[in-house]
């Protein structure tokens, strides 16, 4: 158990559906990071907060939002969702708010099946 | 654009043997650079990390060396152990920066 909680493990839809996943980082770490890993593709960065604040964007749609909350707790939802959303959503956290030193801890992730 | 390539999607290796794999970098901005070990239905796990000054660290069956000239990293896994198999991921940034850039992993199995 690394520390990171993602909800739901599984979710299957369907096509223009909109979902919620969520994500409770380690206990102490304010930085939450949520990645998508599509079939064969890498790690793709979405969206990164630091103790409720927007740090930075990656390539993510404006179908897509996320926000953290004053708990620290994170919801990245996506809406209209097409096919190629189908993919492995994965949460991480961190202490602090920069990179360096910096060591993510990922959740298990939410593997994603839009039909 | 992918600033962090994994040109190498799979590897096998004899148990005992040494695993090397491979990561190359285009931008000289980053500093600080990770290897991560995913298994099947997990998330990625953390294996070692190194910054740019430095061109080697180590942590027992792990050393992970850094060829700034080059943008190349490279992590040597000696000896290799069945239970080593799984996909290899790097990831850099800048130490100020605000997100890991990921390659596409290597998928390493080990023979026993």
């Known amino acids: 158990d690394s520390g990171v909680t993602q909800t739901p493990k599984h979710l299957i839809t369907a096509t223009g559906q909109r979902v919620t996943l969520r994500c409770s980082p380690r206990?102490?770490?304010?930085?939450v990071y949520w990645y998508q890993q599509s079939l064969d593709q890498g790690l793709q960065f979405l969206i990164h907060?630091?103790?409720?604040?927007?740090?930075a964007k990656g390539n993510i749609l404006e179908r897509f939002s996320a926000q953290q909350f004053p708990d620290l707790h994170s919801e990245l939802n996506l809406s209209s969702l097409e096919l190629g959303d189908s993919a492995l959503y994965f949460c991480?956290?961190?202490?602090?708010?920069?990179?360096?030193?910096?060591?993510?801890?990922f959740g298990a992730g939410s593997r994603l099946t839009v039909l | 654009d992918q600033q962090v390539k994994q040109n190498s999607p799979s590897l096998s290796v004899q148990e005992g043997r040494i695993s090397i794999l491979n990561c190359d970098y285009t931008?000289?901005?980053?500093?600080?650079f990770l290897w991560y070990k995913k298994y099947p239905a997990e998330g990625p796990t953390f294996l070692i990390s190194?910054?740019?000054?430095?061109d080697k660290n180590e942590d027992g069956r792990f050393t992970v060396f850094l060829n700034k000239s080059a943008k190349h990293l490279s992590l040597h896994i000696v000896p290799s152990q069945p239970g080593d198999s799984a996909v290899y991921f790097c990831?850099?940034?800048?130490?100020?920066?605000?997100?890991?850039?990921f390659g596409t992993g290597t998928s390493l199995t080990v023979i026993p």
């Open positions: 206990s102490g770490d304010l930085s």
């Open positions: 907060y630091y103790n409720g604040e927007e740090r």
């Open positions: 190194i910054s740019s000054i430095k």
């Open positions: 991480a956290s961190s202490r602090g708010a920069l990179a360096g030193a910096n060591v993510l801890t």
């Open positions: 931008n000289s901005m980053f500093d600080y």
């Open positions: 990831a850099a940034s800048g130490w100020s920066g605000n997100q890991f850039y």
